[in-house]
């Protein structure tokens, strides 16, 4: 009898992880996954902003308080350089590598002036760039990307209508590029 319920007990437990795994793998397989939708969107490098009903990809900004822009990047050829100034309560930045998961983040409070200067490289792109350091670089913050591809996500925040085209305006002209040299 003591078997027979460990057995019933070793299946209930192995067929809930199964579950689990399931669900959490089906995004990956269908192709609608964050990054997968991201790619959707016209082509790499450039921040495009969010509107407030979900697009071809399915992505939408939910937050009514939020701006929100999203680029996908590649930093296999070039380090990725991402920057934005403006003037705006709030702002902060999400980067994700291809797999959702989050890698960085910051915020106005944490970047220097509180504008967004940024570059994302692999680690021998960073050693290449710390032995000879570019004069624009001088107040970027550098950050090791793991793998080649991911996307970020810059939000603004507009918490009244009077910051509505302030908001805008900075998710509008930053940028998401390789640098070159």
């Given at each position: ?20 795994v ?18 959707g ?14 697009g ?19 930093v ?76 970020a ?29």
């Open positions: 009898m003591r078997s027979l319920l460990f057995a019933i007990l070793v299946g209930l437990v192995g067929a809930a992880l199964l579950h689990i399931i669900i959490l793998a089906l995004p990956r397989f269908t192709g609608q996954d964050a990054y997968s939708r991201v790619l969107l016209y082509e790499m490098d450039s921040f495009f902003p969010l509107t407030n009903e979900p071809a990809t399915g992505l939408a900004n939910d937050d009514p308080f939020l701006r929100v822009a999203v680029c996908g990047f590649s296999s050829t070039s380090p990725a350089r991402f920057v934005a100034k403006g003037s705006v309560p709030f702002w902060s930045l999400s980067i994700y590598d291809a797999d959702s998961n989050e890698i960085f983040s910051m915020n106005d409070q944490t970047a220097v002036n509180g504008n967004l200067d940024l570059v994302l490289a692999t680690p021998i792109q960073l050693v290449d760039l710390r032995k000879s350091p570019p004069e624009a670089l001088a107040q970027s913050i550098m950050v090791e990307m793991p793998n080649e591809e991911g996307y996500v810059l939000r603004a925040l507009a918490p009244t209508p009077s910051f509505e085209e302030p908001a805008r305006n900075f998710l509008s002209e930053s940028s998401c590029e390789p640098f070159r040299r």
